[in-house]
């Protein structure tokens, strides 16, 4: 996913924690009894494949713990994590990807929906997944590969996505959030409240955008649309004409000097923001938080014309049966039982079931993180490290405006052949 | 590399000593040991180079969709690379600029690290008289490489950056009102890193050729008086030049294919051939990143060509 790297430092250490002690397991147990496949028969384990976001050592203890499932953590980048789904389906059990995925994992029959039936909160999953709005009633923009227009399948085996509620749902919903543009208050010194300031002349060589060709064309679109230059009927699902017409806004600027540099992982963008080398860019919230923590204004800026979205959620590989399908929904039901959820609002993501999280959380970090209320006390991240001092208030606000004011989703378009090449384009432009 | 090419030209002088003594009944032919020694690396280069590229030619010919390989005879990953490349004239299509570009970059970092590692390895031949020192300065050149691109990255923004030391230095002086852009994420910083990295790729085989020349030959220059300038052209280039092309071939091969590097100093601005192959995978489009490697491969390969028929290695070792 785009969020490939937020937390690669967790990632990369709960890698390697999960392979030495695959190794470990595998040693211990075939030195013992010289059998090393009957040990790992009767322990529960699931290979976890997916981005660092939902990962953390934390969880998988805690999941150890109140099920008796041992996660396997196989931590890729969201283009790696598609890609290790096409061409390696049987080497991981659950899967753990982005919704805008599912055009290319779908057809290729690698995965396996899962049965609403057997998701204990399934009908408690908040509606902007299943309804396309808030639990207060605000409508969200649908642009992009909404979760909602691809959430549910025909049939247990079908190819299509249904579009009335079937129980047949292509990926259970886990965490989600909206991204917008981070800046430095402190060397803009004004404030700031539409996209097209990213391509504002008045910030020559300090404004940013990803370089993820599906993402930043987006934010690219957004910029567009708020200059007023073009009004997209789907900033997700562009014609060849409107991509080459966002292509061309964006190589002028380049070609200008806009953009200091285009950055791919979390800490690039962390080291951008925080040197000072850019003041304005697309930006995750923890980097957000990360540039904070470090003792410098950052302020994730809402916008008026909203924020772009991301979602992604569980499924299970095409291989995947028995006994290990039952350990499979056992551990999505967890997941969403609350302890999972909690951790991740704690760290300025959305859980999708939001009642057993709030059951999980301090009522003021409840009010701080969800309810946009000025903090009542310190606020600490799931590892214990201090974000934000009493008295602050989130950046957006609370729940229903942040994700009310969501306005296009991450996507996969019909022409993303003709984007890439023309991205290269802009690129070598 | 050097020591491939040596094994393989010399098959007979390794084994003479040794098969003299234990080879009374069943005597080896020399053929069957050279092999034996060839081999293991033969049968890598052939697993893990040679099949693998037959793949990347097989698969830049098929075509694809969204999520999967289609086996079917396709030339779709050649003229999407080329689209536009007639119809734009006199304009340059992408992969026109990208290569111009790649090849641009590829020129100034091989003139510069030709340059500094002749100088380097000149006078760690000529001027350093103990084999140990010689050794300990050379291993210094290593440097760079004990740090990995993102310690790089974060490490030349404080120095290059726009509050970093050299501009911060420079304004303290009064020699500049304003910090200097492009200090990083510009052509300049990407050469700067490219010849801090691959220096190192000269100075070995140049010092190389250097300490195997015969200091009588420069005793010889001296004595039929010829200046030092004379010498260096007429006797120094002359002998060290296996070791220039050889140093070449590697600086020009690894910066020709490089993507990270450039990207990380570049601010992912500045396109490269290895950067569109990147894009392309992480895209799922396999055969059209197959068909730019097969592209990539070729234009590097008729590069090394033209350089060995400027000079005959294999004569020369």
Redesign the interface.
């Known amino acids: 996913m785009t969020e490939t790297t937020r937390k690669i430092g967790v990632s990369r250490r709960t890698l390697l924690k999960g392979t030495a002690g695959l190794a470990g397991l595998a040693a211990g147990s075939g030195a013992i009894t010289g059998f090393p496949y009957v040990k790992s028969a009767d322990a529960k384990v699931l290979r976890y494949l997916g981005t660092a976001v939902n990962e953390g050592d934390d969880i998988a203890k805690q999941c150890l713990k109140d099920t008796g499932i041992k996660i396997e953590y196989i931590t890729a980048t969201t283009?790696d994590v598609?890609?290790r789904v096409?061409t390696q389906p049987n080497s991981f059990d659950v899967l753990d990807t982005e919704y805008f995925s599912l055009?290319?994992?779908v057809?290729?029959g690698n995965i396996l929906a899962l049965d609403a039936k057997k998701i204990k909160e399934f009908n408690n999953i908040t509606p902007v997944f299943t309804k396309g709005e808030t639990p207060g009633g605000k409508k969200i923009g649908g642009q992009g590969t909404a979760p909602w227009k691809v959430l549910y399948l025909e049939g247990k085996d079908s190819k299509k996505f249904a579009t009335s509620a079937t129980d047949f749902v292509t990926l259970i919903p886990t965490v989600y959030n909206a991204d917008t543009l981070g800046i430095r208050p402190d060397l803009i010194k004004r404030p700031i409240s539409s996209w097209s300031e990213l391509l504002n002349p008045e910030f020559k060589?300090k404004a940013s955008i990803l370089?993820i060709?599906?993402i930043g064309i987006m934010d690219a679109a957004m910029v567009v649309e708020a200059s007023g230059k073009y009004k997209y009927a789907d900033k997700g699902n562009m014609t060849k004409e409107e991509i080459d017409l966002t292509m061309k806004v964006m190589t002028e600027a380049?070609k200008a000097g806009q953009?200091?540099?285009?950055?791919?992982d979390f800490?690039?963008s962390v080291?951008l923001m925080a040197?000072?080398?850019t003041v304005i860019q697309s930006m995750w919230s923890p980097a957000v938080t990360k540039v904070r923590s470090m003792g410098i204004p950052c302020t994730f800026q809402p916008l008026k014309e909203g924020y772009r979205s991301w979602a992604s959620g569980f499924c299970v590989s095409k291989g995947v049966s028995g006994a290990k399908l039952d350990w499979a929904y056992e551990f999505v039901n967890w997941f969403l039982s609350g302890y999972a959820g909690a951790y991740l609002n704690r760290q300025g993501y959305y859980s999708a079931v939001l009642s057993t999280a709030k059951a999980h959380m301090e009522p003021y970090e409840w009010a701080y993180w969800m309810e946009g209320k000025p903090a009542e006390k310190d606020i600490k991240a799931p590892d214990g490290s201090l974000l934000e001092k009493a008295g602050a208030v989130r950046d957006g606000g609370s729940y229903e405006d942040r994700m009310g004011g969501v306005a296009c989703w991450n996507a996969?378009m019909d022409e993303?052949?003709y984007m890439?090449?023309k991205?290269?384009?802009f690129?070598?432009? | 590399m050097s020591e491939e090419v040596l094994q393989q030209v010399t098959p007979g002088l390794i084994p003479g000593s040794g098969t003299a003594r234990a080879a009374k009944p069943t005597r080896l032919s020399a053929s069957f040991i050279s092999w034996l020694q060839a081999g293991p690396m033969m049968l890598v280069f052939l697993a893990f180079f040679l099949i693998p590229l037959v793949f990347v030619v097989i698969v830049s010919f098929w075509d694809y969709n969204e999520y999967q390989l289609l086996p079917a005879f396709s030339g779709r990953g050649y003229t999407d690379t080329f689209e536009g490349c007639i119809a734009q004239l006199p304009d340059l299509c992408t992969i026109g600029k990208t290569y111009l570009m790649t090849l641009k970059l590829c020129f100034m970092v091989w003139a510069i690290t030709l340059f500094v590692g002749f100088w380097v390895a000149y006078f760690l031949a000529f001027h350093v008289k103990s084999k140990t020192w010689q050794m300990g300065l050379s291993l210094l050149c290593t440097i760079p490489f004990w740090t990995s691109n993102v310690i790089r990255m974060i490490a030349w923004i404080p120095l290059l950056g726009r509050n970093g030391l050299v501009n911060s230095g420079l304004m303290k002086t009064g020699l500049i009102n304003h910090p200097v852009e492009w200090l990083l994420f510009s052509e300049f910083s990407v050469v700067l890193a490219l010849v801090h990295l691959f220096t190192f790729f000269m100075v070995v085989p140049i010092f190389n050729s250097m300490v195997r020349i015969d200091k009588s030959l420069i005793e010889a220059a001296y004595d039929a008086g010829a200046t030092g300038f004379q010498t260096l052209v007429n006797v120094i280039i002359p002998l060290a030049k296996p070791g220039i092309v050889i140093g070449s071939i590697f600086v020009i091969t690894i910066v020709m294919g490089d993507f990270i590097t450039i990207g990380v100093m570049g601010g992912q601005q500045i396109a490269a051939a290895g950067k569109i192959i990147e894009t392309r995978v992480n895209a799922l489009q396999f055969p059209a990143a197959a068909a730019n490697a097969v592209i990539l491969l070729a234009i590097t390969f008729l590069i090394i060509t033209m350089m060995s028929r400027i000079v005959d290695i294999k004569k020369e070792l």
């Open positions: 283009d598609t890609k096409m055009k290319k994992l057809p290729s060589g370089n060709p599906s380049k953009f200091r540099a285009f950055w791919k800490n690039e080291n040197s000072g080398e996969v993303n052949d890439v090449r991205w290269n384009e690129i070598a432009a």
